[in-house]
Each structure stands twice: as structure tokens, then as C-alpha cells.
């Protein structure tokens, strides 16, 4: 798991270093990328507290990646 959230971290670092991203939404995108690695293995409370998180990110991320698009990217 520690080795998927680092992948997604440098993805979206990538991103943000070509411009794919401000940094509101880098900080959105690796966050809800890692809320939703840490689900699979999450339990109980903890479990409830990363999706709510990741429910609360998820309409930043897909705004950001409609924005991507109509940039033409």
C-alpha cells in the first residue's frame, strides 16, 4: 500500500509540476487518491472518516479534471 500511495503522490506532483494542476487541486488529487487506497485495508471508524473525506474531495477532483479538459488537455 505504501508503495501505491507513493506512485499516486509523484502521478500527481507530476502533474502539478506540468501545470496539469494548481495547487489546490495537487492537494485535492492526492488525498482522495490515497483515501481510496487506505479503503482496501481501512476498518471501522477509520474506514468512515476516509470516505467521508474522499466524498468530500471527489467533486473537487472530477471539477478539476472537466476544467483539463475543456483546456484541451
Same mark, same amino acid.
Given at each position: /500500500? ?7 503522490? /509523484? ?6 509540476? *506540468? ?9 485535492? /488529487?492526492? /488525498? ?19 470516505? *467521508? ?17 475543456? *483546456?484541451?488537455?
Amino acid at each position: /500500500v505504501a508503495g501505491r500511495e507513493y506512485g499516486h503522490y /509523484v502521478q500527481a506532483m507530476i502533474q502539478w509540476a *506540468k501545470g496539469d494542476l494548481d495547487a489546490d487541486e495537487f492537494c485535492a /488529487v492526492a /488525498v482522495y487518491g490515497m483515501c481510496l487506497l487506505l479503503l482496501g485495508i481501512a476498518r471501522g471508524q477509520t474506514a468512515r472518516a476516509l470516505e *467521508k473525506r474522499a466524498r468530500e474531495l471527489q467533486s473537487r477532483v472530477s471539477a478539476g479534471r472537466a476544467a483539463g479538459a475543456r *483546456k484541451g488537455e
